[in-house]
């Protein structure tokens, strides 16, 4: 889950209001048969859609432009006359939402030059498409939302969860570009090492063993997260296997003592014992609550 491609141009700018529980349709995962698969006509007249790839590459034609997704990247479209078409064939794997927002007169998309006005109405402004910074957080709330729905959970429920989800993405992209901003002078340190952390998840990490790679004493480091991002390079390394380790238990029919292996655990009752301290509850309670899938092929 740690390569993930960037846009290849400045996306336009999406706009949402800020005080507003969105309306959710219906959701689901998409997986394609073979390689062979290209999305089929289909329009779009009322609904946002918001998809999240997971696997492979979507290549999608909407409003006249070509978007390229790829795994770990999102898109969302808003709601146009245009039909959403695929350009070109491939496997891809991905999440979607549908739902609608009331933007009263302002437009669904801007771009980026025109975007003080609406900064000052009470609205907030998100790239059409891009990374998903944690990746593996946003696909464990997405199976969530899919939970409730077969769960035959209130519309109340399933309108604040898809709330929740637009709120997520955007908070993880504001956070991003935050860190990317502040004048610090130890981002360009922190990301080099979250990236090799992500890259290296399914090893036994040491903060020791980071020190030496980048030439840095063990202690300096600590602080320097502890600085950025608000916990222990420890606390940061831990957070990052059991945010992993979620996306496999609700997205993957991996063992509990496959995923801890995979993940670098000694054994899985110290992957159990960490699993739980973090999220409330054991591995098997978690993944059972989050169980149901909704699976599209077509």
């Known amino acids: 889950m740690a390569f993930r491609k960037f846009a290849a141009k400045?996306?336009?700018?999406?706009?949402?209001?800020?005080?507003?529980?969105?309306?959710?349709l219906r959701s689901g995962k998409f997986k394609a048969?073979?390689?062979d698969w290209k999305h089929e006509?289909?329009?779009?007249?009322?609904?946002?859609?918001m998809i999240?790839?997971?696997e492979g590459t979507l290549f999608l034609r909407y409003m006249d432009e070509d978007f390229t997704v790829s795994t770990g990247n999102y898109l969302i479209l808003p709601?146009?006359?245009?039909?959403?078409?695929?350009?070109?064939?491939?496997y891809c794997s991905f999440y979607w939402i549908h739902f609608t927002a009331d933007l009263g007169l302002f437009?669904?998309?801007?771009?980026?030059?025109?975007?003080?006005?609406?900064?000052?109405?009470?609205c907030f402004l998100m790239p059409q498409t891009g990374i998903v910074?944690?990746?593996?957080?946003?696909?464990?709330q997405m199976k969530q939302l899919q939970d409730l729905e077969r769960n035959n959970y209130p519309d109340i429920a399933l309108n604040a969860s898809t709330t929740a989800i637009i709120t997520e993405l955007y908070g993880q992209l504001q956070i991003e570009s935050s860190l990317e901003k502040n004048p610090l002078g130890n981002n360009q340190i922190y990301s080099d090492i979250a990236d090799y952390i992500r890259s290296n998840i399914t090893k036994n990490i040491k903060i020791s063993e980071i020190a030496?790679?980048?030439?840095?004493?063990?202690?300096?480091?600590?602080?320097?997260?502890?600085?950025?991002?608000?916990?222990?390079?420890?606390?940061?390394?831990?957070?990052?296997?059991?945010?992993?380790?979620?996306?496999?238990?609700?997205?993957?029919?991996k063992t509990i003592t496959e995923i801890s292996a995979e993940l670098g655990f000694s054994d899985m009752h110290n992957f159990s014992r960490t699993f739980k301290n973090v999220i409330g509850l054991p591995p098997k309670v978690y993944r059972n609550t989050y169980a149901k899938r909704l699976l599209y092929h077509e």
């Open 10 to 24: 400045a996306p336009h700018l999406l706009i949402f209001p800020k005080n507003q529980i969105y309306c959710y």
């Open 33 to 35: 048969l073979s390689k």
């Open 41 to 49: 006509k289909m329009p779009l007249e009322f609904d946002y859609e």
């Open 52 to 54: 999240v790839v997971t």
């Open 79 to 90: 709601p146009s006359t245009s039909s959403r078409i695929g350009f070109k064939k491939a």
């Open 107 to 122: 437009p669904a998309r801007v771009d980026s030059s025109s975007i003080g006005s609406y900064k000052r109405g009470n």
């Open 133 to 140: 910074p944690k990746l593996e957080k946003m696909i464990v």
């Open 212 to 253: 030496e790679e980048f030439g840095y004493s063990p202690k300096y480091l600590s602080n320097l997260f502890s600085k950025v991002q608000g916990i222990s390079l420890k606390q940061f390394i831990i957070q990052q296997k059991i945010e992993t380790a979620c996306y496999y238990l609700t997205d993957s029919d």
